[in-house]
DNA sequence: TATGAATGAGGATTCATTCAT
DNA sequence: CATGAATGAATCCTCATTCAT
């Protein structure tokens, strides 16, 4: 997925590095400080660049912000795509616990960032980039399992869906930020949830 | 659940109707525009007074923004406990049922404002208050189950509370916002969600 | 003719002191520095106040030279009418002389003002304020006149007026800036050429 | 008159003609937005060259609006020169017209950008290269009526001179901005007090 | 108590200019 | 010569909070 549209295009090595290092400091700065807190002169400061060099490539805080949550959400794209390609052919409920385990894992990797966005940042700043990826493991999701559904489901097979992409998401990263008891015993929790959900196969 | 501490104790009846219209005006500003926006002199202004007779209420924007949650939160007490005394004695499925829908209730009831939160207050300024509330209702749940579950699978039931209470506030408000299929759908299929998670009864 | 608008309302004595205390910083700070060099901060410091006061009062940068602008063009309103009047009846050479005196006295009371906008304010920012008089000045005028003036000749008379009052305008600003000869010398010279201007009377 | 002092003087072809397209794109940009938001990044964009470049070639943003102005300075200048050898030998009305619709012509044809100096650009900016025109212009009428005038009206010519050429000048503009009324009905009203202010000659 | 004028630190952003490549 | 990334001081403006009246 693409990175927030650039003012000055990086041709140039130094620029890439340039937008590496604001993103890095922008990730940061999120942590440590919040969104409020997280104005653009504390940014170029932690990026050690100053405040006009950040404008030559982002329009303005949201787009750095953005930048920021692009990164997350293409860590998700990357990392589960082998779990899928694995679980394929597997029986339902190894396969979705295999992916879960994967969703999971970039969860906990990500940790602290993902605390810093739930906690300090004003959803509606990201809720957009969120919901794009959403939607895709939505139509996913639903297009592995609708092969095995009778048609007449199809409508029980949205709403299963629905419920499943938005209870996995929750869950998933209320557990890695709480961690109220056993990895195990949650994949396990989880996976039957999920498993439940979805309508009688054929 | 108690208000925020207040400066002056509204001891007369002009203050109680005075921090109403604070917490009044809080609360639509909030809708409105969000927490950036939801300036003390636009909540001021909102309200019918001045900037500085706030001072004399709340020790600051915060304070007030926590009684606007407490109002939401001391909501759900009052409007869930009927449901809760009515299920008593009831067959666990229908008792289930007659709380989620009372929970759904007063979700939709507080829609917009709740949409508000959600999507335009940082988390950190109410997360506090609302885990309160979580703990309340984990406590409560946790009692009304225990004296059916064998000593033995506490710590399961400690696990299928956290997952429990976590996934219906979640879903119930996403579903609340999205409205993405039928209500009634959405409670079986929570219903279903929730007594599948039980431990088994002696 | 109106003050900018103002946010705030200056019901209070005070107000209207700082408003005044705005208006001649920004006075002083534009006739110092010029338009570009008269930041909202610099005009508060010249003001003894603080930035945020300023907008208090007015909506930014641009309404204060607004309102500065409007003093200048106020003055002109107060000190010719008396001109005006004494001059009504006397025959048009002197009468004109009379008002032209008039207009040349009250340029050269304002003189440093007049030449800071002249020289570093951009005509844009103040030259809706100076067209409202300077239409006000050609319907007098032109009403002045249109009396003794035969119909057929409304057309011709529309030229000299628009001639005029650029002329007048124009010159006599030139004059108190650079002084360049007498002062009677030039009332002469300009009441020749706005009478010449003149068309045939009946 | 002389370009603005140049940090390299262009010998080559290449750079005339980068000097071309620089004072080009000022002009245009000037017109289009204005001295403030004529930035040196966006007049160098529109020259197609980087705003480094810019610097080999002017001293600074001051510099190459002077380098337009001088464009449109010399142009009248060369404009003008031949209706002033026309007119030479012909009686005072007639010559006088000539020149003057010669000047009127120059404005028509800048119109756009001597519009975007008088409203956009501070004059503190070019006044120092139109007072040169105007010193020059001001010699060239001076010594051509000298000649007529009896040597004790000379202080009265100065006068006269100065009058007319600020006339002249700010008619002229006005009139080619505005365009009030018809083109011939105002140069002869502008001859005639051109003419009506010369001293009698012999 | 209520008022509302005043505060002032801090934020986002721009742009003339420089300099390493 | 040209490039274009980088600079950083300076700008306009906001808003939570205070305090004299």
């Given at each position: 997925m693409a990175m927030a549209t650039r003012r000055r295009t990086p041709t140039q090595e130094r620029s890439r590095r340039t937008v590496e290092r604001i993103v890095d400091a922008a990730a940061v700065v999120l942590a440590d400080a919040g969104y409020d807190a997280a104005s653009t002169n504390r940014i170029a400061a932690q990026a050690g660049i100053s405040p006009g060099t950040l404008y030559g490539y982002f329009s303005g805080k949201d787009e750095i912000v953005a930048a920021v949550i692009d990164r997350v959400v293409d860590g998700f794209a990357e990392s589960v795509a082998p779990a899928l390609r694995e679980a394929a052919?597997?029986?339902i409920e190894p396969a979705t616990r295999l992916v879960l385990d994967a969703v999971l894992a970039e969860v906990e990797q990500r940790r602290d960032l993902i605390a810093a966005f739930i906690d300090r940042v004003p959803a509606e700043r990201y809720a957009a980039r969120v919901d794009a990826l959403r939607t895709r493991v939505a139509d996913v999701t639903f297009h592995l399992v609708a092969a095995s559904?009778?048609?007449?489901?199809r409508d029980e097979l949205d709403r299963a869906v629905w419920t499943s992409v938005r209870t996995v998401e929750h869950l998933t990263v209320r557990f890695a930020l709480a961690?109220?008891?056993?990895r195990d015993a949650f994949l396990d929790l989880l996976t039957g949830m999920v498993v439940g959900l979805a309508p009688p196969s054929r």
């Open positions: 052919g597997q029986p559904i009778p048609a007449a489901d961690q109220p008891f056993e």
